[in-house]
Antibody, heavy 122, light 107 residues
Framework: QVRLVESGGGVVQPGMSPRLSCEVS????????IHWVRQAPGKGLEWVAC????????YYGESVKGRFTISRDNSKNRVYLQMDSLNAEDTAVYYC???????????????WGQGTLVSVSS | EIVLTQSPATLSLSPGERATLSCRAS??????LAWYQQKPGQAPRLLIY???NRATGVPARFSGSGSGTDFTLTISSLEPEDFAVYYC??????????FGGGTKVEI
């Protein structure tokens, strides 16, 4: 079955640069856009970034543009989110999510990981 | 950026009752709207995509309707496991992909 597993979260100090990882299985990874969505404690969902199925295109939300970088390794079935210049407002559970349709045809999220908590605190 | 406004913020109902949740877009998203359910401590779960298509494994008591700027998620008869927070999300105009603020369905 489809599975996405995030890792790399934890308590980080402001200005640190952690990298989140999302390992996927159960589907043809190289056929799907993968997204990161975050949720601050007690708040709603916020789309963060996505990377095209072949890595050719990347898109970011305004609040992370220029600070976060998404990448993927199709040989390892992994997507990464490099997070730079973190601040307290980046504290959230970060989910990776699979696009619902193949090859960029549908950007809704039909499978989600369990999430990894990033807590930015000094 | 397309803003999605969900109403009501909280819906207080009993098992067996019908739930009607609304999502209004700041401009037309044609039919490119999805609905998700989230329970405490869990990841969101896709219920409906493209306004009215049920995702795999979603019970028939969940249905979606609407187009343009006004959408509705209906739960025909609430089961105990349906008490959760529901979010809508549009994919017509992006980036960014945007979510509504959520509706909490509580007992």
């Amino acid at each position: 079955q489809v599975r996405l597993v995030e890792s790399g979260g934890g308590v980080v100090q402001p200005g640190m640069s952690p990298r989140l990882s999302c390992e996927v299985s159960g589907f043809t990874f190289s056929d799907y856009v993968i997204h990161w969505v975050r949720q601050a404690p007690g708040k709603g969902l916020e789309w963060v970034a996505c990377i095209w199925y072949d890595g050719s295109d990347k898109y970011y939300g305004e609040s992370v543009k220029g600070r976060f970088t998404i990448s993927r390794d199709n040989s390892k079935n992994r997507v990464y989110l490099q997070m730079d210049s973190l601040n307290a407002e980046d504290t959230a559970v970060y989910y990776c999510a699979k696009a619902g349709l193949i090859r960029g045809q549908g950007e809704f999220f039909d499978s989600w990981g369990q999430g990894t908590l990033v807590s930015v605190s000094s | 950026e397309i803003v999605l406004t969900q109403s009501p913020a909280t819906l207080s109902l009993s098992p067996g009752e019908r739930a009607t949740l609304s999502c209004r877009a700041s401009q037309s998203v044609t039919r490119y709207l999805a609905w998700y359910q989230q329970k405490p401590g869990q990841a969101p779960r896709l219920l409906i995509y493209d306004a009215s298509n049920r995702a795999t494994g979603v019970p028939a008591r969940f249905s979606g309707s609407g187009s343009g700027t006004d959408f509705t998620l209906t739960i025909s008869s609430l089961e105990p496991e349906d008490f959760a927070v529901y979010y809508c999300q549009q994919r017509q105009h992006w980036p960014p992909l945007t979510f509504g603020g959520g509706t909490k369905v509580e007992i």
